[in-house]
DNA sequence: CCAATACTCAAGTATTTGCTTGACAATTGG
DNA sequence: CCAATTGTCAAGCAAATACTTGAGTATTGG
């Protein structure tokens, strides 16, 4: 519980479609690092790298029993994720709350000088 | 409209610690190149460089007017990383809670057997 | 006991990434 | 008009990434 991994190693995690693949299977549930390999024309070996690297992350955990290490999704680094998602979301929509007040505010005021400013969205 | 992408083109653009500081000062408002690239100790460059792939990932959108190019939070594109998030994350969280049900419903018959399976979590 | 099974480790390689520099184009304030 | 501002393009480079192969280690079903 001693990781302050910053969040980019989380979304360095998933920049890869092999891992996003992996992490999608495991939110339906836990599975062993053959399983997990199976969909792939891959290298046991190159899933294993894949599966460290999400581990370290945070974003799944592993535990060996046996000759398998079954891996799951660790539900806290997901809610990391989760949560500066959410975070930036709010920012920027609460953001253009006021701005679409500010708009119906002001009747016929010079509605072009939020246009310079980048604030419209256009097309 | 027609952007197909990849969702793990949204966590490339991510990767990296710099377009992280980028997306969440834009969340905060739209913004100039040199504005943005001012609290790096990089090339204009390099700047220009992440805004193009911030904005291949559809994560933001930039419009040049004159010489400055304004650069923006896509919410569209925002939207697309919520809802795979979000969508992982309730697909966790309902199976862990069918889990806590069927863990309740069982008074002591064999518990070992989820955790042989891997689904319940320790530390 | 022994041959599969299920990984794990070390080393090597091709490609991608994150920068740099230098030259250039376009716009604009004074 | 001209110099500063703002950004772009092309080329190059070091380091990181996504694999590979080959060899090795436990574990376990029959």
Redesign the pocket.
């Given at each position: 519980m001693l990781d302050y991994q910053p969040i980019d190693s989380c979304f360095?995690a998933l920049?890869?479609s092999?891992r996003v693949a992996i992490f999608e299977r495991l939110s339906r549930g836990p599975a062993?690092?053959?399983?997990l390999a199976k969909p792939f024309s891959?290298?046991?070996?190159?899933i294993?790298?894949?599966l460290t690297?999400l581990e370290n992350s945070g974003l799944i955990r592993t535990r060996?029993i046996?000759?398998?290490?079954t891996c799951s999704v660790d539900a806290a680094g997901l809610s990391r994720l989760t949560d500066w998602v959410a975070e930036r979301r709010s920012l920027v929509e609460r953001r253009l709350d006021r701005l679409g007040q500010l708009l119906a505010a002001e009747d016929e005021d010079r509605p072009i000088s939020l246009i310079n400013k980048g604030e419209i969205a256009n097309e």
């Open positions: 360095k920049a890869d092999t062993s690092v053959s399983d891959m290298s046991l070996t190159a294993g790298q894949h690297i060996k046996g000759r398998v290490r």
